[in-house]
């Protein structure tokens, strides 16, 4: 009986510490899935390059790009300018956001997939895989420029972020918002030797239904980002 007993203890000891292990195994494997879809992006520069005074002079609206991709470079340098974070302990960005309680997220479009852009981390997470801009769905993203730009990137608002605390004004405030963040990536486009479109006109809620991005959120701005397309001579 004793020696039942035992052989029933170890059983149960050594079914317990399975179960743990599994549970350690599958939440290692969760976390690790989870960075692999994580890109980092190259730490952003904060000093040198273009003036800005020669930024705004140089800035010009353009409809057309080269098919030229981006490097990542490029691409740590204009989700920065957006919302990257330009003081760590206070987590403040490179636009202003009234109360500090951002309700922008900036998404990123490209051929290989739909990200999102996540400040504290100077990341992408990545979202979907397949080359949205392209296929029956497209909608809004179906027009020439959007289609044919290596880069769109998608200034969403979640309004209700405010709604709390500035019931009237909250959709204001937000699209102040999206203006300072549009204004920026423009402006570093430019100082990177690339051109963008502010496409305002677009259906902020198709956006985001095409993108299924949750439902909360709205698209304010859609700005293709490229290499202008070279002047014939």
Request: charged share 25%.
């Amino acid at each position: 009986m004793l020696e039942s007993r035992w052989i029933s203890v170890v059983a149960i000891a050594v079914i317990g510490f399975g179960s743990v292990t599994a549970s350690r195994l599958a939440g290692e494997a969760a976390s690790t899935e989870t960075r692999q879809q994580e890109i980092q992006l190259p730490k952003p520069k904060t000093s040198g390059g273009m003036s800005l005074n020669e930024a705004l002079a140089k800035r010009r609206t353009q409809r057309k790009f080269a098919d030229k991709a981006l490097s990542i470079e490029q691409i740590s340098q204009l989700c920065w300018a957006a919302q990257g974070i330009t003081e760590a302990e206070r987590g403040l960005r490179t636009a202003p956001s009234a109360g500090e309680l951002y309700p922008i997220t900036v998404y990123l479009i490209r051929k290989d997939g739909l990200f999102e852009y996540v400040p504290k981390a100077h990341a992408l997470k990545k979202l979907k895989s397949d080359d949205i801009r392209s296929g029956s769905d497209a909608g809004p993203l179906g027009k020439a420029g959007i289609r044919s730009a290596p880069v769109c990137m998608v200034v969403a608002m979640n309004v209700s972020r405010l709604a709390a605390r500035w019931p009237d004004n909250a959709d204001r405030y937000c699209l102040l918002e999206a203006g300072h963040v549009a204004e920026n990536v423009l402006l570093q486009a430019t100082a990177l030797g690339l051109v963008a479109t502010p496409a305002g006109g677009v259906d902020g809620e198709k956006v985001v239904e095409v993108l299924g991005l949750p439902s909360e959120m709205e698209a304010a701005y859609v700005l293709p980002v490229g290499y202008p397309v070279a002047e014939k001579r």
